[in-house]
């Protein structure tokens, strides 16, 4: 019997399965503390080493050092650990790249780029990772998370979205906000205000839809409670639900679960998908009803990247699942 990966998406780009959740960190101490933690619930969130706004200023070098050694380290048990450079006008980003990538690029999972005033940044800091990449006798190709939150960035989504390298969008919502020079309130940095305020919703909704268009992981920004978990896993809800967002940061661990459970799909939807595919498969993906409803390709599609998904964020799947497609 084929597998769906086979027969619905011949010849397209497979779009990224990535965990739900990006948590940062910046210092040793927190990167050593989410890692531990990663290893104990498994990967059901990627650990981001934070070389910019999270790490000690005037240590650039010593900070990167740390971080591909932790990236190569065997506390490392799911290699999903990446790492945000300095941005292109800080004089150590290429410093960051060479001595992160240098080292640690066979199990650097994506290396994420901040502040890029636009596609031409992006370029030039790409040149920069493929050399790197080329000196270090490395035969893979370092997928990049771009942060979107310049105007001249929101403006060029699109091509950037659209580099082969790039695997994510990811909304930075607090240099956005201040980028507008008062014009947006503070209040639109939180809850309800970073939803409901036009402009940021506005370039929400641009930058989710340049990613998915172009088969690219959009990743929502931070919400600001660390406390409230009802609160989290709401504003988590509303990333997903109302503006398409498959991932969002995390920047305290008490995030990870409730954010999580938001992005998960549903269940009931999974064990939908299950018995969809696996009728599919059964007649070598030709058309199949199922509850009375028609299903082709063009619906299996749907089902089995929710399926994929699902399997990525770390949910348990039903046993069917598991043994036809995931074996």
């Known amino acids: ?44 969130f990627d650990l981001t080493c934070d070389c910019e706004d999270g790490a000690v200023a005037g240590a650039d070098r010593e900070h990167a050092a740390m971080v591909a050694r932790i990236i190569m380290s065997e506390g490392n048990r799911h290699d999903r650990i990446g790492a945000r450079i300095h941005d292109i006008r800080h004089p150590a980003w290429q410093q960051d790249i060479e001595i992160i990538v240098g080292n640690a690029g066979q199990r650097l999972a994506f290396l994420t780029l901040p502040k890029v005033g636009g596609v031409d940044d992006v370029q030039q ?26 105007h001249t960035a929101l403006r060029e989504v699109w091509q950037i979205a659209a580099l082969p390298e790039v695997e994510s969008l990811d909304f930075g919502l607090m240099d956005f906000v201040s980028a507008h020079h008062g014009a947006i309130p503070g209040s639109a940095m939180k809850s309800p205000g970073q939803f409901d305020h036009p402009l940021v919703a506005r370039a929400k909704c641009e930058i989710a839809t340049a990613a998915l268009a172009n088969g690219v992981v959009p990743s929502h920004n931070v919400t600001t409670e660390l406390r409230d978990l009802d609160l989290i896993h709401q504003d988590a809800l509303r990333a997903r639900s109302e503006f398409g967002y498959l991932r969002m940061w995390s920047i305290h661990p008490n995030q990870i679960v409730p954010i999580f459970e938001a992005m998960c799909p549903d269940f009931s939807e999974v064990e939908e998908a299950t018995a969809i595919l696996a009728a599919a498969q059964e007649c070598d993906w030709g058309p199949i009803q199922h509850q009375g409803r028609l299903h082709d390709r063009a619906s299996y599609r749907y089902y089995w990247e929710l399926l994929a998904r699902a399997r990525a964020t770390g949910m348990q799947l039903p046993a069917a699942a598991r043994q036809r497609f995931f074996a």
């Open 1 to 44: 019997m084929r597998h769906p990966s086979q027969v619905l998406f011949a010849g397209e780009k497979p779009f990224p399965m990535l965990p739900a959740v990006d948590h940062y960190a910046g210092s040793e101490r927190l990167i050593s503390k989410a890692l531990q933690l990663q290893g104990e619930i498994g990967p059901i």
């Open 125 to 150: 800091q790409l040149r920069v990772v493929q050399r790197v990449t080329a000196s270090a006798g490395l035969e893979r190709t370092i997928p990049l998370h771009v942060l979107i939150e310049t």
